[in-house]
């Protein structure tokens, strides 16, 4: 490619980046323009061309990538201190180029109008009103376990295998859809990734690729996690970037499925969560609270946490700031705390309906 279009190219980056900057005080705009248009024929396109194939193409796509990547490095190493310039405008334009496809073709949701204004519900909520969900969501919760568990002591097994959760996971959608028909999810293109093992010891149950709008499992998960994060990856898939609002819709699709073990798996999801911020506001409350939570589903919270103890490494916490700053520079100011505005959504949704 000539020089004068390769810096053409990379300068391009400079205005996308203005772009974005411009975009973030027009949230009605991408979501009326990008988020419920061009968007929804793009993911539609991408289910069609790649969710029929039984393995990711996206982690196909990274690895062919990283190969050629390498490949370059090593057949132009002498190139980079002869023709300095050169090299930069090729790595220049390679940037502004991905950078352009990973918003087109995704990244742009996270400019999107906030969730909570979208449903009309607030943002915020008090003590009194987290104490009370909870127990609600707690005698929800512990009567599902009943129904499934030999006893109130015993963990919950899933009855089916991943693969099986995956072709579960359109009938909560579904039902939510008949309330907000933009959370039709067809078709679907979930799966595991190639890189569970890597995926593991980096910390992450799951991840969208952006490039071909294919769910990424960590494969090796307990299966008792599958049926949310299958859910929250799917909620990224319709166009909720922010990680708070894809975990609040992946539990309500969840929730809403007509599988019982979906149920299970949704509910106490988010009942760990408010569980979490009773903690952090009321510690004092917390033990009385959490001695009313069946044995069974804290089992189920050991089970997950033990999982992931075991694969802890010294450079996790480097993936973990890395992942925090990608969210902090994508419009998530709080960063990964924001996983935690879960709950906010979830007492306001609510409110006083029967769970």
Known sequence: MPKNKKLIITLFLIVQVLIIQVLKHFPQFV?????NGLYVFISKLMHYAFG??????GDLFYTLASVYLIRWLILN??????????WILDIGAVVSLAYFAFHMLWAYNYYRQPLSKSLNVEAEYTTEQLLDFTKRLIEKSNSIHDQIALND???????FTKSEVFDK???????????YPHLDYQPKSI???IYSTALTYMGFSGYLNPFTNEGQVNGLIPTYKFPTTACHEAAHQLGYAA??????IGSLAAINNDDIYFKYSGYTFALRYCLVEIYKRDAEAYPTILETVNKGILKNYQEVQSFWKSYETPIEPVFEKTFDNFLKANNQSA??????????LLVNYYGHKAL
Do not use: C, H
């Open 31 to 35: 979501e009326k323009f990008y988020s």
């Open 52 to 57: 029929w194939i039984p393995f990711s193409i």
């Open 77 to 86: 190493r002498k190139r980079i201190i002869k023709d300095t310039f050169n």
């Open 153 to 159: 002591s015993t963990k919950v097994d899933m009855p």
């Open 169 to 179: 996971i359109q009938n909560g959608y579904a039902k939510l859809s008949g309330k």
């Open 191 to 193: 799966k595991k990734s």
């Open 243 to 248: 990680e708070n609002e894809a975990n609040f």
């Open 335 to 344: 960063g990964m705390k924001s996983y935690s505005y879960v709950v906010a």
